[in-house]
C-alpha cells in the first residue's frame, strides 16, 4: 500500500508563492511518473503538471505554465508543485498521485484522473485578490 501525504498549502495573497510537497511511502517511488490535481467544489478535478519517474521530463496545463514547477527528489520519496505569481483562480484543494502504471508518462494519460492509482488526502491552496 502507498500512501502520499501533501503539505504546504495556506492562504496567500495574488502575486505571492508557495511550494507544495507530497511525500510517499514504499520502495518503488522512483518507477512511476506522479501528478498534481486541482479541485474546486463542484468541478472536475484539474490536471496541473506532472513528472516522469526520473524527473527528466515534465508537463504542465496551459493555465500554469510559466508560473508553476513540478519537481521530485527520488532520495527523499517526494515531490514538490512550486507556485509563483499565484492568481484567485489558482485557489483549489490540491493533489497529488501515482501513476498505475511504472515507467509510464504520455500526454495522452498524465491528464486524466482514472490513470492515477493513489492520491493524496489534498491541501487547500486559497489565494486572495
Known amino acids: 500500500q502507498v500512501q502520499l501525504v501533501e503539505s504546504g498549502g495556506g492562504l496567500v495573497q495574488a502575486g505571492g508563492s508557495l511550494r507544495l510537497s507530497c511525500a510517499a511511502s514504499?520502495?518503488?517511488?522512483?518507477?512511476?511518473?506522479m501528478g498534481w490535481f486541482r479541485q474546486v467544489p463542484g468541478e472536475e478535478r484539474e490536471f496541473v503538471a506532472a513528472i516522469s519517474g526520473t524527473g527528466g521530463r515534465t508537463y504542465y496545463a496551459d493555465s500554469v505554465k510559466g508560473r508553476f514547477t513540478i519537481s521530485r527528489d527520488n532520495a527523499k520519496n517526494t515531490v514538490y508543485l512550486q507556485m509563483n505569481n499565484l492568481k484567485p483562480e489558482d485557489t483549489a484543494v490540491y493533489y497529488c498521485?501515482?501513476?498505475?502504471?511504472?515507467?509510464?508518462?504520455?500526454?495522452?494519460?498524465?491528464?486524466?484522473?482514472?490513470?492515477?492509482?493513489?492520491w493524496g488526502q489534498g491541501t487547500q491552496v486559497t489565494v486572495s485578490s
Open positions: 498521485a501515482r501513476d498505475r502504471i511504472p515507467g509510464r508518462i504520455t500526454i495522452a494519460t498524465m491528464g486524466l484522473p482514472n490513470e492515477y492509482d493513489y
Open positions: 514504499g520502495r518503488t517511488f522512483s518507477s512511476f511518473a
